[in-house]
């Protein structure tokens, strides 16, 4: 469709899933696999959360209903509460507090979008893992740690990290990020800004993962993203989503296995069934996938919220 919206039936309601934006009269700035950014004068820009969502680094075909509205949703609260001890990019999530120009597309950009400061975004993905999960795992199986950091022998899947440990990533605009070492990242950014970027990352995380933990949610681990804006380092993009990071219940944690998750998972499952090849172009989703998928996070967003999506 022209504007990027379709139509999704589910049991619930018919929900408008924005796939694509669409802002004519706007400077697109960059379009990722979930964001659409536009330009918004020489100091801002307006990020877009649409439907979109990616598996094994490939985009589907079908949006997931209120996805976009969870991710910009939930990171506007975090920025929210993290504000007095951690500066970030984000500015206001009022779409009548936006530039003029952005007018005409409040039906698009109406709970889904944040203006944002520039910045210079550092190469590195800053990955906090406070648990034994993911590629981590599959890691530690093969070398007795995660990103060269040694661990102790006879952790299993999902153990607790304690302390959590910081493993870098390199940040890939198409394709899989890759795990790097702490002196891979050393190397890429120097050393003060390195160590800066740590301990920033384990300060936010443990902030986080004591607050969700009171809500019943344990954030297993998450990633974040830091910019420069002058001399000043300052959080940027998304925060503690079901995007950005794996979200567990904390009921019915139990060690030694799989932990069923607040994000797409759903989807990777259907996919795995399927024989798909990962890659384009990618199977259909079953609109039961899709329902299953949206209703996850929107059941994160009221954990940690304690309010339902409006």
């Not at 605009?173 to 795990?179: A, F, L, Q, S």
Request: hydrophobic letters at 35%; glycine letters at 8%.
């Amino acid at each position: 469709m022209s504007n990027g919206q379709d139509k999704i039936v589910t049991p619930q309601a018919t929900q408008s899933v924005l796939r694509e934006s669409s802002l004519p009269t706007v400077k697109l700035f960059s379009r990722g696999k979930v964001r659409d950014v536009y330009e918004a004068g020489p100091d801002h820009l307006l990020v877009v959360a649409t439907d979109r969502l990616s598996a094994f680094d490939v985009v589907m075909e079908q949006g997931i209903p209120d996805k976009g509205r969870v991710l910009t949703e939930l990171s506007c609260f975090w920025f929210d509460r993290l504000k007095d001890s951690v500066k970030s990019h984000f500015i206001t999530a009022g779409v009548g507090q936006f530039p003029a120009e952005f007018a005409p597309y409040g039906d698009q950009l109406a709970g889904r979008s944040m203006l944002v400061l520039k910045a210079q975004p550092f190469p590195i993905e800053c990955i906090v893992r406070g648990y034994l999960s993911g590629s981590g795992w599959k890691d530690y199986r093969a070398t007795g740690g995660v990103c060269g950091i040694k661990l102790p022998a006879g952790l299993e899947e999902s153990s607790k990290l304690d302390p959590p440990i910081f493993t870098p990533s390199t940040k890939a605009t198409t394709g899989h990020d890759e795990n790097i070492t702490w002196d891979q990242m050393v190397a890429a950014i120097g050393p003060e800004p390195a160590a800066e970027l740590r301990q920033r990352s384990l300060d936010v995380y443990q902030r986080a993962r004591d607050y969700a933990e009171g809500r019943g949610i344990i954030i297993a681990d998450t990633k974040f993203e830091w910019g420069l804006r002058g001399d000043e380092i300052i959080l940027i993009d998304e925060v503690l989503t079901p995007d950005s990071s794996r979200f567990w219940p904390r009921e019915g944690y139990q060690p030694g296995r799989a932990q069923p998750s607040y994000d797409k998972q759903f989807v990777r499952d259907y996919l795995e069934s399927t024989g798909w090849n990962k890659q384009p172009p990618p199977p259909p989703l079953p609109s039961e996938v899709v329902r299953k998928t949206s209703e996850k996070y929107r059941e994160a967003y009221l954990r940690l919220t304690g309010s339902p999506l409006d």
